[in-house]
């Protein structure tokens, strides 16, 4: 996903562009603006709802006019960019893996292990959910604009079948994500697999997706504007009681990426690896703090590679390979977002997910991982399919992007680590990693100043290439 990380990468105070670096006005980025928008939508919100009665004019212009009429125009945004963004994005991805040349045995237990390793945490992000109850107090159905809508409850066989379109264009035009999946991923292993003979194809969807990579740099610049409306529309009819649930939202989303850290990867190393799992974090630390404060994946990626080969001792033949692989297709704290927010806008709208609705959410959110690119942000915009997938309103993103940023840093932090403890279990699994190099206590001396420099100049180039990479996701 090197597209995206482009288009995506906001600029700000931390990462200035090279030029402004300098520059003593440093210019606010995105998410800074997009926080700025949930804050300030909060107090004017509550004003309203504390000093202006909601039967007045002013009430009525302001809240159900403006803020309504601003944020829903957002919302739409939004949900433009999502078909045809996940559908170019898995073409793209899937022709990546599809090529065949890096596949095989390795390749193929990589892929097979991320995938189970993002169901699980999906899995996990429900089932903690249900305890958090992070929806609960909280109305959203006044807000949808729109009457809820009870979630469509099909039954299993139906769901499977539903996958498979009988014809694309409806799917696409009605936004059918699973079907839009499913045709985008065959046609991306079949573009894969064709090679040089469907070049021009190929780079139609490469061009494409990056034009679409473009479409949501931009359209997240309206997105503090968006924020502030919704949000103030929000705490102007709800009052201070929508607070307590974002802030289970984003406990929430941390317990379920630390059970996922202490838990899963822990115990894979331990059981399948039979290496300490506490040597493995002490390692990688400095990596897990990277990725939380610049809430990219993609610009991890060399300071991730450098660590596992000089510090766990993995074989570079294998790191090369599934760490940007990683970086592309495995995003477990993502999906753990994803299913709190799914569980928190079920309970704020009242409806009922049912199982075959969780089910689904399982399906759409490891896919919804597969397609995320791994930049600041993208795992909320993805959000969008995995709500339209198991009809909740689209509406309920509106709060959780203006904590987006918090959560972010944690769900990155737990991707790239999801990357590197797959790939040591599968060096390990394929005598491919040197104990002697896992055992040593060196001290920093392998994480070294080339590695750090290296990741600064990817971070930066990302920023500054905004959008001409050859993109992936
Ligand atoms: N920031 C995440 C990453 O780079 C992607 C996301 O969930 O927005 O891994």
């Known amino acids: 996903m090197s597209q995206a990380e482009a288009a995506n990468e906001p600029v700000s105070p931390e990462n200035p562009k090279p030029e402004e670096n300098t520059a003593e006005k440093k210019k606010l980025g995105v998410t800074t603006w997009i926080f700025i928008g949930l804050l300030s939508g909060i107090i004017v919100g509550l004003l309203f709802n504390l000093l202006v009665p909601s039967d007045t004019p002013l009430f009525t212009v302001i ?10 125009g957002f919302i739409r945004l939004m949900q433009m960019l999502v078909a045809p963004l996940v559908f170019c994005s898995i073409v793209c991805g899937a022709a990546a893996i599809g090529d065949g040349k890096m596949l095989g045995k390795v390749g193929g237990a990589t892929i097979g292990l ?71 991923l065959l046609l991306g292993v079949i573009l894969g697999h064709l090679g040089e003979r469907v070049n021009v194809v190929n780079s139609f969807f490469q061009q494409f997706n990056v034009i679409m990579m473009r479409m949501v740099t931009l359209v997240l610049k309206v997105a503090p504007i968006g924020v502030f409306c919704l949000i103030a ?5 709800l009052g201070l009681s929508a607070l307590v649930p974002l802030g289970k939202f984003i406990g929430g989303t941390y317990l379920g990426l630390l059970f996922q850290l202490c838990v899963v990867y822990m115990g894979l190393l331990a059981l399948f690896a039979h290496l300490n799992p506490i040597r493995f974090l002490k390692k990688f630390l400095p990596v897990m703090a990277f990725a ?25 033949k294998i790191a090369s390979f599934t760490i940007p692989l990683g970086a592309t297709i495995n995003m477990d704290g993502t999906a ?69 940023r918090i959560v972010d840093m944690g769900r990155t932090a737990i991707n790239i680590t999801g990357d590197a403890v797959v ?23 392998v994480l070294t100043d080339d590695a750090i420099e290296e990741a600064e100049v990817v971070k930066l180039h990302v920023q500054e290439a905004s959008g001409e990479t050859p993109a992936k996701f």
Do not use: C, W
């Not at 809240?63 to 829903?72: E, L, Q």
């Not at 529309?233 to 009819?237: I, R």
């Not at 993609?298 to 080969?309: Q, S």
């Open 292 to 316: 939380f404060s610049t809430s990219s994946s993609n610009a991890t990626i060399p300071l991730n590679m450098e660590t596992l080969e000089r510090k766990v001792g993995v074989d570079p």
């Open 63 to 72: 809240v159900n006019d403006i803020f309504y009429i601003v944020g829903k």
């Open 114 to 184: 991320y995938l189970l390793t993002t169901i699980i945490a999906i899995t996990i992000a429900l089932i903690i959910s249900q305890f958090v109850n992070p929806g609960i107090g909280l109305d959203l159905g006044s807000i949808a604009g729109q009457q809820v809508s009870t979630a469509e409850s099909t039954s299993i066989v139906d769901t499977l079948l539903n996958i498979i379109p009988t014809n694309i264009f409806s799917s696409l035009s009605e936004g059918s994500m699973l079907q839009i999946i499913f045709f985008a």
């Open 423 to 445: 790939t040591t279990v599968v060096a390990r699994a394929n005598h491919m990693l040197d104990r002697r190099v896992f055992d040593a206590d060196e001290p920093d001396a």
């Open 233 to 237: 529309n929000t705490f102007a009819s």
């Open 336 to 404: 753990i977002m994803q299913g709190v927010a799914v569980v928190f806008a079920a309970q704020a709208f009242g409806i009922d997910l049912g199982i075959s609705g969780y089910l689904m959410v399982i399906v759409t959110a490891t896919l919804a991982s597969i397609g995320t690119a791994g930049v600041p942000g993208v795992g909320t915009i993805m959000l969008t399919m995995v709500f339209q997938s198991v009809g909740l309103p689209v509406e309920g993103i509106s709060l959780i992007m203006g904590v987006d």
